[in-house]
C-alpha cells in the first residue's frame, strides 16, 4: 500500500568507490525526498524530487526520479569517509500530511 | 530562520514511569509536528502527526500518547513506561503541505 522499499540494506565500499542505493514504490509518487541520518545523528533533509526523470546534484550525490514515478536513486561518486550513515527516501502520503520513510541503506566506507 | 528544539537528549527511566518528551518550533506557523521512534539500526517509525492545536493522529496504538496544547509545541508522554519503549524519539516539523521534514536532535530513551 503506503510502503516504499529501499535496497540494498548494507553497503560496505572502499573509499574512493561509487554507491546507489534505489528506492522503490508500488504506486505513483507526487514526490520523493532523501535524507542523511549520521550515526548517533538526526536524519537531514538532502533534496526532494518531483518531476518524472528529474534529475538533481549536489556535489558528488546525483539524485534520480524515475520516469514512472515509481522509483528514485541516490548515486554517490567517489565515496568519503564522511559519506557513512544511514539514507533514507521518503514520500508524503497519499492521504493526510505526513511521510512514509523508506527501511534506509545503511553505508560504510573503510579507509 | 526555522529551528527546533527537543529535549532532553538523553533520558534513563525505570519501567513504569512516566514520560513526557517536548518539542518546540520557532520561526514558522501552523506547521505539521511529527514524533517518530528509531529502535537501534532500524527505520522510522511514525508514532504521532499533527496538522493543527488539539488534532492529533496515531498511526500505532501503543502506551503513548502525544498533545499540542501549543501552535508550535508538541508533546509525548506515557503514564508508565515499558522495556519496549526504549528507543530514539525524534519530533520533526514540516510546512503546511508536508513537503520535506526538519528533525529535531533527538532523545536517547533506555528504559530500565
Known amino acids: 500500500g503506503q510502503q516504499v522499499m529501499q535496497i540494498p540494506q548494507y553497503q560496505h565500499v572502499q573509499e574512493g568507490e561509487d554507491f546507489t542505493t534505489y528506492c522503490n514504490s508500488s504506486?505513483?509518487?507526487?514526490?520523493i525526498q532523501w535524507y542523511k541520518q549520521r550515526p548517533g545523528g538526526h536524519p537531514v533533509f538532502l533534496i526532494q524530487l518531483v518531476k518524472s526523470g528529474e534529475v538533481k546534484k549536489q556535489k558528488r550525490l546525483t539524485f534520480q526520479f524515475g520516469e514512472a514515478k515509481k522509483n528514485s536513486s541516490l548515486h554517490i561518486t567517489a565515496t568519503q569517509t564522511t559519506d557513512v550513515g544511514t539514507y533514507f527516501c521518503a514520500k508524503r502520503r497519499d492521504y493526510g500530511q505526513n511521510f512514509v520513510f523508506g527501511p534506509g541503506t545503511r553505508l560504510s566506507v573503510l579507509p | 530562520s526555522q529551528t527546533i528544539h527537543q529535549w532532553p537528549a538523553t533520558l534513563v527511566q525505570p519501567v513504569g514511569s512516566p514520560l513526557s518528551l517536548e518539542c518546540t518550533v520557532e520561526?514558522?506557523?501552523?506547521?505539521?509536528l511529527y514524533w517518530y521512534r528509531q529502535a537501534a539500526g532500524r527505520g522510522l517509525q511514525l508514532l504521532f502527526y499533527?496538522?493543527?492545536?488539539?488534532?492529533i493522529s496515531s498511526e500505532v496504538p501503543q502506551n503513548l500518547s502525544a498533545s499540542r496544547p501549543q501552535d508550535r509545541q508538541f508533546i509525548l508522554s506515557s503514564k508508565k513506561l515499558l522495556l519496549s519503549d526504549s528507543g530514539f524519539y525524534l519530533c520533526?516539523?514540516?510546512?503546511?503541505?508536508?513537503?520535506?521534514?526538519?528533525f529535531g536532535q533527538g532523545t536517547r530513551l533506555t528504559v530500565v
Open positions: 504506486t505513483t509518487l507526487s514526490n
Open positions: 520533526a516539523w514540516s510546512p503546511a503541505g508536508a513537503t520535506e521534514a526538519f
Open positions: 520561526g514558522t506557523s501552523n506547521p505539521n
Open positions: 499533527s496538522v493543527g492545536i488539539g488534532q
